[in-house]
């Protein structure tokens, strides 16, 4: 495999990929005697777009996943369009262009893929334009974060910022409202007015938001917590914030 090339491995991952972007395809490994009717889509499209494709054993996919659901297909690919902080003017000038507020999500440091992965998955569901997160020490697109967002990661920018602090004040400069997520705060998420363009900011896992970040938020919200337990993850704290800001919308 090329230094550069990606893996893609999961039904939905693979299936939307393919969709969108077929030139990027370079072969497909397929579960050898698997053809059934969640399978066929892709072997049907790999055939429209002549994209190389071989049967192949349970171990080679287990190895080219690293052992992670691959459900009887892995893609090699090339790798797609890295978004960066340039591209945030497009982002949300095309929104805008489309009669919808900005509506951005972001990611201070959550590193586990899965995490990612949820979270671009939520994003796609409640529309949100593009996921910003810092360019060190943050998860990346990989093949998991691919499965665990089951498409999503096809649909939603995910731009990579070198100053996550300084992108936030670029972003206020432009009229996003940035409202971040921090237990000590008295402010309830439903007591807050949540619409206009918007930015939501989430905090690692455990750790939250750093000093800086949470410095340059124009709000703070919690999440009220009736249990024992004092924190959420962070995909299902993100679903709930992000659909709290679209009821609002709708209303």
Known sequence: MAKNDELVFGIHAVNELIKRSPERFIELFLLKGRDDERLMPIINLSRKYAIPAQMV?????????????????????????????????DIIETAEKQGVPPFLLILDGVTDPHNLGACLRN??????????VPKDNAARLTGTV???????????????????????KQLQQMGVWIIGTAGETDTCLYD?????????????????????????????????????????NVSVATGICLFEIVRQRLN
Do not use: W, Y
């Open 57 to 89: 054993n349970r171990k080679v996919l287990d190895d080219k996943s690293n052992g992670e659901q691959h459900q009887g297909v892995v893609a090699r690919v090339q790798p797609g369009k890295t978004f960066t902080e340039a591209d945030l003017d």
């Open 123 to 132: 994003a796609d569901a409640a529309g949100v334009q593009a996921i910003i």
């Open 146 to 168: 691919r499965k665990v967002a089951v498409g999503a990661a096809e649909t939603v920018p995910l731009v990579q910022v070198t100053n996550l602090a300084r992108t936030m």
């Open 192 to 232: 807050v007015k949540l619409s206009g363009p918007m930015a939501l900011v989430m905090g690692a896992e455990g750790k939250g938001m750093r000093r800086l970040t949470r410095e340059n938020c124009d709000q703070l919200v919690k999440l009220p917590m009736a249990g024992s337990v004092s924190s959420l």
